[in-house]
């Protein structure tokens, strides 16, 4: 029995010290919070791993190098800002309530940004808005957010649904004709665009020959396809963002139905482009930022200094998360308070100066909705561009408070507190 | 000795539950990871029920959790019910689903039953995800939070104050924990860890298997249920993903992290995988993999788990 | 209407096709060791990722015999590392210890090729369709429907010509027995693995072809597979092959009929064969324990 003895006591002494390790490292950020008392803090909270954990990492570049900017410049309210990275996870809602509230509860931030995912988004506005905070969310897109379930701390970066439809509608008709076939998502974002898309295309005698609703994570688009080539439409419509998009263009085109049918869509983004082969690069598609705006000023700073942290170009989402985080400096600023009330009031019909807001139209934040209203870019994705990244030639950049709805149609009844 | 060991156990962990909020948060825990252990606590020691007395494996449960979950939700959102009776309809909700499923799958055994479980669950995770108007899909069931608790002659918030919250799902866990240790020590408790032990043996001894097992799986889930509900209370929030197979894998890796012949096991179990899950992916944004080691190295070097081993250390 | 009803169950038999490679791998281990492999689907995505590196080296087809092996071989070595301590133990830890293998790979896989969808290149004259009437038709999935048919083949081949697979298909019915006749039981569950991972590995290169490839991309393709195993019936390859098949169709035929319950249709599907046959379709009796 003796070995079994000696091997049983030092498992034993494994599992205590181990936990007496666990006990010392959760005790770790209490001391360190302790010390940088002083500065002000933004607490991110967005999926860093998952299907969207490309996109949550630009943003995460984009809130990196705002940090740094205003940090060079001194800080928020002569304070210096520090960022509390928090992967949400793309589970589910639990953990990244439970992050949220870590971060306003133990970590003390000011200022809580995300999420990508609508549901957590959602889940943590509810959240912040229990606990009175400045919420910015960089690229959740459910229309919900600055509509439906609006809140008087929550602002949004990115466009609606709504927005979007609106922007490219015309281009599609004009472009291809008015027999559109839709290939929608099922799930809130994919009804909410296609509802904008049917009304914004019948509003220019455009009319819908179908649609089909595919589950989120379609693999296989083939039978989606052979229906939607049935029906004869002038262009299929593909509203399915991310990896389902890469799978049902790529499969579209070696299907070869670029040559009987325009394929184009609504929602469009770099990383999915990415990874499309150069041959299904192709169609018309909105995006809500690009990289390349010959002629706007500032922008080409952006994509430098994007470039020596990264070596690509800056995306979309790396200039929501950049835009999220000076958000917040700039309310600060403008309401000389870092009481979320104030900075909330200060954001009302807040005009970002132009080397943030980083295109040609202002961008502000609608009075009322909480939303960012700035540029919306039609245009090609594109084989091969001008520069290495050029994959989309843009043809159209349309004004986002022009193609925004009204208040009634976002259905937003903002309640601020007494 | 062993008895003496055994209360001192029970005594130890009442006292570190009913002080939770005091010691979390001098640690550099906060109140709101305590409830989350609570609950996962609860889920974790529900599913041992079934896999630890019992010995049948279920990769499924985390269909039951969400079932319970979106039941006590859409009792809150659509019928502004108060928190007690929500979480009962979540239950019976969940328990009835676990009635049906549990009698179509009873004949089958082993890694056979895991699989079906599996994809069992994901039935109900498309079911949450594709019934928009019911459960809000995707965007999952928002709009909604838990209200006072009105005893008539005072009131309880757990709206605002997490530690009230805390101490309400010790409580709920209190009365589940205390119903599953009176079944497990009733006769019924001892045919099933018959059954664990040696089925064949069990079936001539005389003991009904199929309904045992099917009874086991049934109490299993409705325990399980109720952690949904508290779930879905802590958060103010349900979403489809809670019904992943990801909660299934995580809550049966919590029973075997903590023991699962012991009572208290997956409870310890549950502490250290969401602590460890909680810290890991602050400091790093490969968690995951530090994880899936977790799971690697318990199932190499620790299948009896803490408790398990703790046990074997004592006894020699 | 008929017309799209007719490619539709066309296509979904390609589809299938597809499914059922992946299913018999699974199916595979499954049978004879009793192994629920839930890193199956990443063993799919490092296939494919692997195929993805080499492709510039060797080209599509180099990568296409390449990957594969260099995949079962990375199996194997987990084999003999982590999941053959388990043999013999409750089921219930190889599953624990696969499904944290799962989290392992997606998160390496993300860690070293990064969690963007990346380009994977097929040769052009695949790519495009074989006639405009049957559009669908492309070469590539022509091509991956003879490569499975091929792979199937093989693996049938082998189960009941080479001694190997005498071997395998004896010690699926009875282990005990073929290890008293003297048969290395150890080195065969090895090998039965590393083909089970092979067959993966395939599947994963021609998945990359067909799909965007991200570090998930095995984490759809993997429950589909559960259900091939259930409906075909447990403990026939045969049985798991149809299953695929049945699910490729299955859900191309929902496409047109309820196009939103395309993927519950599969499960659908498993309700019913377990409430009318429990053991599934070609199951074989006293499987089930």
């Given at each position: 029995?003796?070995?079994?003895?000696?091997r049983?006591?030092?498992?034993r002494?494994?599992?205590?010290?181990?936990?007496?390790?666990?006990?010392?490292?959760?005790?770790?950020?209490?001391?360190?919070?302790?010390?940088a008392?002083e500065?002000?803090?933004?607490?991110?909270?967005?999926?860093?791993t998952?299907?969207?954990?490309?996109?949550?990492?630009n943003?995460?570049?984009?809130?990196?190098?705002?940090?740094?900017?205003?940090n060079?410049?001194g800080?928020?309210?002569g304070?210096?800002?520090?960022?509390?990275?928090?992967d949400?996870?793309?589970?589910?809602?639990?953990t990244?309530?439970?992050?949220a509230?870590?971060?306003?509860?133990?970590?003390?931030?000011?200022?809580?940004?995300?999420?990508?995912?609508?549901?957590?988004?959602?889940?943590?506005?509810?959240?912040?808005?229990?606990?009175?905070?400045?919420?910015?969310?960089?690229g959740?897109?459910?229309?919900?957010?600055?509509?439906?379930?609006?809140?008087?701390?929550?602002?949004?970066?990115?466009?609606?649904?709504?927005?979007?439809?609106?922007?490219?509608?015309?281009?599609?008709?004009?472009?291809?004709?008015?027999?559109?076939?839709?290939?929608?998502?099922?799930?809130?974002f994919?009804?909410?665009?296609e509802?904008a898309?049917?009304?914004?295309?019948a509003?220019l005698?455009?009319?819908?020959?179908?649609?089909?609703?595919t589950?989120?994570?379609?693999?296989?688009?083939?039978?989606?396809?052979?229906?939607?080539?049935?029906?004869?439409p002038?262009v299929?419509v593909?509203?399915?963002?991310?990896?389902?998009?890469?799978n049902?263009?790529?499969?579209?085109?070696q299907?070869?139905?670029?040559?009987?049918?325009?394929?184009?869509?609504?929602?469009?983004?770099?990383?999915?482009?990415?990874?499309?082969?150069?041959e299904?690069?192709?169609?018309?598609?909105?995006?809500?930022?690009?990289?390349?705006?010959?002629?706007?000023?500032?922008?080409?700073?952006?994509?430098e200094?994007?470039?020596?942290?990264?070596?690509?170009?800056?995306t979309?989402?790396?200039?929501?998360?950049?835009?999220?985080?000076w958000?917040?400096?700039?309310?600060?600023a403008?309401?000389?308070s870092?009481?979320?009330?104030?900075?909330?009031?200060?954001?009302?019909?807040?005009h970002?100066?132009?080397?943030?807001?980083?295109?040609?139209?202002?961008?502000?934040?609608?009075?009322?909705?909480?939303?960012?209203?700035?540029?919306?870019?039609?245009?090609e994705?594109?084989?091969?561009?001008?520069a290495?990244?050029?994959?989309?030639?843009?043809?159209?950049?349309?004004?986002?408070?022009?193609?925004?709805?009204?208040?009634?149609?976002?259905?937003?009844?903002?309640?601020?507190?007494? | 000795m062993?008895?003496?060991?055994?209360?001192?156990l029970?005594?130890?962990?009442c006292?570190?539950?009913l002080?939770a909020?005091?010691?979390?948060?001098a640690i550099?825990?906060?109140?709101?990871?305590?409830?989350?252990?609570?609950?996962?606590?609860l889920?974790?020691?529900?599913?041992?029920?079934l896999?630890?007395?019992?010995?049948?494996?279920?990769?499924g449960?985390?269909?039951?959790?969400?079932?319970?979950?979106?039941?006590t939700?859409?009792?809150?959102?659509?019928?502004?019910?108060?928190?007690?009776?929500a979480?009962?309809?979540?239950?019976?909700?969940?328990?009835?689903?676990?009635?049906?499923?549990?009698?179509?799958?009873?004949?089958?055994?082993?890694?056979?039953?895991?699989m079906?479980?599996?994809?069992?669950?994901?039935?109900?995770?498309?079911?949450?995800?594709?019934?928009?108007?019911?459960?809000?899909?995707?965007?999952?069931?928002?709009?909604?939070?838990r209200?006072?608790?009105?005893?008539?002659?005072?009131?309880?918030?757990?709206v605002?104050?997490?530690r009230?919250?805390?101490?309400?799902?010790?409580?709920?866990f209190a009365?589940?924990?205390?119903?599953?240790a009176?079944?497990?020590?009733?006769?019924f408790?001892?045919?099933?860890i018959?059954?664990?032990?040696?089925?064949r043996?069990?079936?001539?001894?005389?003991?009904?298997?199929e309904f045992?097992?099917?009874l086991?799986?049934?109490?299993?889930?409705?325990?399980?249920?109720?952690?949904?509900?508290?779930y879905?209370?802590?958060?103010?929030?349900i979403?489809?993903?809670?019904?992943?197979?990801?909660?299934?894998g995580?809550?049966?890796?919590?029973?075997?992290l903590?023991g699962?012949?012991?009572?208290?096991?997956?409870l310890?179990?549950?502490?250290?995988?969401?602590?460890?899950?909680d810290?890991?992916?602050?400091q790093?944004?490969?968690w995951?993999?530090?994880?899936?080691?977790?799971?690697?190295?318990?199932?190499?070097?620790f299948?009896?788990?803490?408790?398990?081993?703790?046990?074997?250390g004592?006894?020699? | 209407?008929?017309?799209?009803?007719?490619?539709?169950?066309?296509?979904?038999?390609?589809?299938?096709?597809?499914?059922?490679?992946?299913a018999?791998?699974l199916?595979?281990i499954?049978?004879?060791?009793?192994?629920i492999?839930?890193?199956?689907?990443?063993?799919?995505a490092?296939?494919?990722y692997?195929?993805?590196?080499?492709?510039?080296?060797?080209?599509?087809?180099?990568?296409?015999?390449?990957?594969?092996?260099?995949?079962?071989?990375l199996g194997?070595?987990?084999?003999?590392?982590?999941?053959?301590?388990l043999?013999?133990?409750?089921?219930?830890?190889s599953?624990?210890?696969?499904?944290?293998?799962?989290?392992?790979?997606?998160?390496?896989?993300?860690?070293?090729?990064?969690?963007?969808?990346?380009?994977?290149?097929?040769?052009?004259?695949?790519?495009?369709?074989?006639?405009?009437?049957?559009?669908?038709?492309?070469?590539?999935?022509?091509f991956?429907?003879?490569?499975?048919?091929?792979a199937?083949?093989?693996?049938?081949a082998?189960?009941?010509y080479?001694?190997?697979?005498?071997?395998?298909?004896?010690?699926?019915?009875?282990?005990?027995?073929v290890?008293?006749?003297?048969v290395?039981?150890?080195?065969?569950?090895?090998?039965?693995?590393?083909?089970?991972i092979?067959?993966?590995?395939?599947?994963g290169?021609?998945?990359?072809?067909l799909?965007?490839?991200?570090?998930?991309?095995g984490?759809n393709l993997?429950?589909?597979s559960?259900?091939?195993?259930?409906v075909?019936?447990?403990g026939s390859?045969?049985?798991?092959?149809?299953?695929?098949?049945?699910?490729g169709?299955?859900s191309?035929?929902?496409?047109?009929?309820?196009?939103?319950?395309?993927?519950?249709?599969?499960?659908?599907?498993?309700?019913?064969?377990?409430?009318?046959?429990?053991?599934?379709?070609?199951g074989e009796?006293g499987?089930?324990?």
């Amino acid at each position: 029995m003796a070995n079994a003895d000696a091997r049983g006591i030092s498992r034993r002494r494994v599992v205590k010290s181990g936990l007496a390790v666990a006990g010392a490292r959760i005790a770790g950020p209490f001391v360190m919070s302790a010390r940088a008392a002083e500065a002000v803090r933004i607490g991110l909270d967005n999926p860093l791993t998952g299907p969207v954990a490309s996109l949550g990492k630009n943003e995460l570049i984009g809130c990196q190098m705002a940090i740094d900017e205003i940090n060079a410049r001194g800080g928020v309210l002569g304070r210096p800002v520090e960022l509390i990275v928090e992967d949400s996870t793309s589970g589910d809602a639990g953990t990244a309530v439970m992050k949220a509230r870590k971060l306003i509860d133990r970590d003390k931030i000011d200022f809580l940004l995300g999420n990508d995912n609508s549901a957590l988004a959602l889940a943590m506005a509810q959240v912040s808005n229990e606990k009175g905070i400045l919420h910015i969310v960089p690229g959740g897109h459910t229309d919900a957010i600055t509509g439906s379930s609006c809140n008087w701390n929550v602002f949004r970066v990115c466009n609606t649904t709504q927005m979007e439809a609106n922007a490219v509608a015309a281009a599609l008709i004009e472009q291809y004709g008015k027999k559109s076939y839709y290939i929608t998502p099922d799930y809130a974002f994919g009804h909410t665009l296609e509802a904008a898309m049917t009304k914004a295309i019948a509003a220019l005698d455009g009319e819908r020959v179908g649609g089909d609703l595919t589950p989120l994570g379609t693999v296989d688009f083939s039978s989606y396809l052979i229906k939607a080539q049935a029906a004869n439409p002038d262009v299929i419509v593909f509203l399915v963002p991310g990896d389902d998009m890469l799978n049902a263009m790529k499969q579209a085109v070696q299907f070869g139905l670029q040559n009987k049918v325009h394929l184009a869509g609504a929602h469009q983004e770099m990383e999915p482009l990415e990874g499309l082969p150069p041959e299904a690069r192709i169609g018309v598609w909105v995006m809500e930022w690009y990289w390349n705006q010959p002629g706007v000023p500032h922008v080409a700073e952006f994509v430098e200094a994007t470039k020596k942290r990264t070596g690509r170009v800056p995306t979309a989402r790396t200039w929501f998360g950049y835009v999220s985080v000076w958000t917040c400096a700039l309310a600060a600023a403008k309401a000389n308070s870092l009481k979320a009330l104030d900075m909330a009031k200060a954001l009302q019909d807040f005009h970002l100066p132009p080397e943030i807001a980083l295109g040609p139209n202002p961008a502000f934040y609608c009075a009322g909705q909480n939303q960012l209203l700035a540029s919306l870019f039609v245009g090609e994705a594109q084989a091969k561009g001008s520069a290495p990244d050029d994959f989309f030639k843009v043809t159209k950049v349309v004004n986002g408070a022009k193609v925004a709805g009204t208040l009634e149609e976002s259905g937003c009844k903002m309640k601020w507190p007494t | 000795m062993n008895a003496v060991r055994a209360r001192g156990l029970d005594v130890a962990i009442c006292l570190m539950l009913l002080f939770a909020p005091f010691w979390m948060n001098a640690i550099g825990g906060y109140t709101e990871l305590a409830t989350r252990i609570v609950v996962m606590g609860l889920a974790a020691m529900s599913l041992n029920f079934l896999l630890g007395f019992t010995g049948v494996l279920s990769f499924g449960h985390a269909a039951y959790f969400g079932l319970g979950a979106y039941g006590t939700a859409m009792a809150i959102k659509y019928w502004a019910v108060g928190s007690i009776p929500a979480i009962v309809l979540g239950v019976i909700v969940a328990t009835i689903a676990a009635m049906i499923i549990g009698a179509l799958i009873i004949k089958l055994r082993g890694v056979y039953f895991a699989m079906v479980t599996i994809a069992f669950g994901q039935v109900f995770y498309f079911i949450a995800f594709r019934w928009n108007a019911v459960t809000g899909g995707d965007d999952g069931l928002t709009g909604w939070r838990r209200l006072p608790i009105n005893f008539g002659f005072a009131e309880l918030d757990i709206v605002q104050n997490d530690r009230a919250f805390y101490y309400f799902a010790l409580a709920i866990f209190a009365v589940c924990v205390a119903a599953m240790a009176v079944l497990l020590n009733s006769p019924f408790g001892r045919s099933l860890i018959a059954i664990r032990e040696n089925e064949r043996r069990a079936r001539f001894l005389g003991v009904p298997i199929e309904f045992h097992v099917w009874l086991s799986f049934v109490i299993s889930c409705l325990f399980v249920s109720a952690a949904g509900g508290l779930y879905a209370l802590l958060n103010n929030f349900i979403d489809p993903r809670a019904l992943r197979v990801d909660l299934s894998g995580n809550l049966v890796i919590m029973a075997v992290l903590g023991g699962m012949r012991s009572f208290w096991g997956p409870l310890i179990g549950a502490a250290i995988f969401v602590a460890l899950q909680d810290y890991v992916s602050s400091q790093t944004q490969n968690w995951m993999s530090v994880i899936g080691l977790v799971f690697v190295l318990v199932v190499r070097f620790f299948p009896r788990g803490v408790l398990g081993m703790l046990r074997t250390g004592a006894k020699a | 209407m008929s017309q799209v009803v007719l490619f539709n169950v066309f296509n979904g038999l390609i589809v299938g096709a597809f499914y059922a490679l992946m299913a018999l791998g699974l199916s595979l281990i499954l049978n004879l060791s009793g192994v629920i492999n839930f890193a199956h689907g990443g063993f799919l995505a490092l296939g494919a990722y692997l195929a993805y590196t080499l492709i510039p080296y060797i080209g599509f087809w180099g990568a296409l015999i390449v990957a594969p092996p260099l995949t079962a071989v990375l199996g194997l070595v987990i084999e003999w590392l982590l999941i053959r301590p388990l043999y013999g133990k409750d089921p219930l830890y190889s599953l624990l210890l696969t499904f944290g293998l799962a989290y392992i790979f997606e998160d390496v896989t993300r860690l070293i090729w990064g969690a963007q969808s990346v380009p994977f290149q097929v040769p052009g004259w695949l790519m495009s369709s074989l006639s405009s009437q049957y559009f669908f038709l492309t070469g590539y999935r022509v091509f991956m429907m003879i490569i499975v048919a091929a792979a199937v083949g093989g693996l049938f081949a082998v189960l009941k010509y080479t001694r190997l697979g005498m071997r395998i298909r004896a010690g699926t019915r009875d282990l005990d027995t073929v290890s008293t006749l003297g048969v290395n039981v150890r080195v065969l569950r090895s090998l039965n693995f590393g083909i089970g991972i092979y067959m993966a590995g395939l599947a994963g290169v021609l998945a990359a072809g067909l799909l965007g490839l991200s570090p998930t991309i095995g984490a759809n393709l993997i429950m589909p597979s559960f259900v091939a195993i259930i409906v075909g019936g447990l403990g026939s390859l045969l049985g798991t092959l149809i299953g695929g098949l049945m699910i490729g169709v299955a859900s191309g035929l929902a496409a047109v009929y309820f196009p939103s319950a395309t993927e519950a249709v599969i499960y659908v599907m498993m309700a019913l064969v377990l409430l009318v046959r429990p053991r599934g379709l070609l199951g074989e009796e006293g499987r089930l324990h």
